[in-house]
């Protein structure tokens, strides 16, 4: 089984900066993806980052020069460092990876979230 523990989000007024790290832990193989979601009220999970296992990201269109997504392969970690931060990117933030096991099934998993809310 693996878990994924996010911690780094809260409260933060318009312009300023948090960083959400995401730690993936248990049976695991090998990490293909590692992903950021985000979720306002009243609105569908969306894709705000991704990095693949060589190190490639892409980006939501609303983020791209605020935000970046890096991961470290020996913790099994990945981050999200968020700049400017602006009231409409106030929404629960979702670690997601993609993975394989020690018998090469492949898996995802989604962490429990974490809320970021951004004051003007």
């Known amino acids: 089984q693996v878990q994924l523990v996010e911690s780094g989000g809260g409260l933060v007024q318009a312009g300023k900066s948090l960083r959400l790290s995401c730690a993936a832990s248990?049976?695991?193989?090998?990490?293909?993806?590692m992903n950021w979601y985000r979720q306002a009220p009243g609105k569908q999970r969306e894709l705000v980052a991704a990095?693949?296992?060589?190190?490639?990201?892409n980006y939501a269109d609303s983020v791209k020069g605020r935000f970046t997504i890096s991961r470290d392969n020996d913790k099994n970690t990945v981050y999200l460092q968020m700049n400017s931060l602006k009231p409409e990117d106030t929404a629960v933030y979702y670690c997601?990876?993609?993975?394989?096991?020690?018998?090469?099934?492949?898996?995802?998993?989604w962490g429990q979230g974490t809320l970021v809310t951004v004051s003007s």
């Open positions: 997601n990876v993609d993975y394989r096991t020690a018998w090469m099934t492949r898996a995802e998993v």
């Open positions: 248990g049976n695991i193989f090998s990490i293909n993806a």
């Open positions: 990095i693949t296992s060589g190190g490639s990201t």
